[in-house]
T-cell receptor, first 112, second 114 residues
Framework: GNSVTQMEGPVTLSEEAFLTINCTYT??????LFWYVQYPGEGLQLLLK?????DKGSNKGFEATYRKETTSFHLEKGSVQVSDSAVYFC???????????FGRGTSLIVHP | NAGVTQTPKFQVLKTGQSMTLQCAQD?????MYWYRQDPGMGLRLIYY???????DKGEVPNGYNVSRLNKREFSLRLESAAPSQTSVYFC?????????????FGPGTRLTVT
């Protein structure tokens, strides 16, 4: 079956530091890949997505590239802000399935 | 557009009481989902509805029932609440049919069962 593995958190950074959150997946076929963000007390919201190999999703300074050869979709940001403190979820959806697969989430804490 | 709305936002129940969590979406999405989120467990799918008129069990359906009332609304019922059902419940919807479509989440219902 499908699975998503994310690095465990929390990840603690100082403001303006470089961020990487690793995500690898196992899936049949050619899934679409997603990063969601959850701010405290809120529901998840889509941050970015990529639907085919070598696609790069980007939004709000965050980027992730769909790497089929390494089955990875790592999230990066060049300079984090305090307001980026949240939980980040990697997810995939395979064609033919109505059910997405989510990783466990990685908590990011950014200090001023 | 309100997106996905959930009621109530907070609820406290005693063991054995029943309640229904309401969810509605105004994006004309076909698929709707109920998840629970517990510390250290990530998101777990309770039930989903791929399209109006269908519902299916997810990973943790025991103790819950659902109703897809129409295309907009998908409710989750706890018939006899237990402390193990203390959690944050999220409703989500998705418009793209089988795969390839992101999910839109509601703000959540924080349920405590004493």
């Amino acid at each position: 079956g499908n699975s998503v593995t994310q690095m465990e958190g929390p990840v603690t950074l100082s403001e303006e530091a470089f961020l990487t959150i690793n995500c690898t997946y196992t899936a049949t076929g050619y899934p679409s890949l997603f990063w969601y963000v959850q701010y405290p007390g809120e529901g998840l919201q889509l941050l970015l997505k990529a639907t085919k190999a070598d696609d790069k999703g980007s939004n709000k300074g965050f980027e992730a590239t769909y790497r089929k050869e390494t089955t990875s979709f790592h999230l990066e940001k060049g300079s984090v802000q305090v307001s980026d403190s949240a939980v980040y979820f990697c997810a995939l959806e395979s064609g033919g399935s109505y059910i997405p697969t989510f990783g466990r989430g990685t908590s990011l804490i950014v200090h001023p | 557009n309100a997106g996905v709305t959930q009621t109530p936002k907070f609820q406290v129940l005693k063991t054995g009481q029943s309640m229904t969590l309401q969810c509605a979406q105004d994006m004309n999405h076909n698929s709707m989902y109920w998840y629970r989120q517990d510390p250290g467990m990530g998101l777990r799918l309770i039930y989903y509805s791929a399209s109006e008129g269908t519902t299916d069990k997810g990973e943790v359906p025991n103790g819950y029932n659902v109703s897809r009332l129409n295309k907009r609304e998908f409710s989750l019922r706890l018939e006899s609440a237990a402390p193990s059902q203390t959690s944050v419940y999220f409703c989500a919807s998705s418009g793209g049919g089988q795969g390839f479509s992101e999910q839109y989440f509601g703000p959540g219902t924080r349920l405590t069962v004493t």
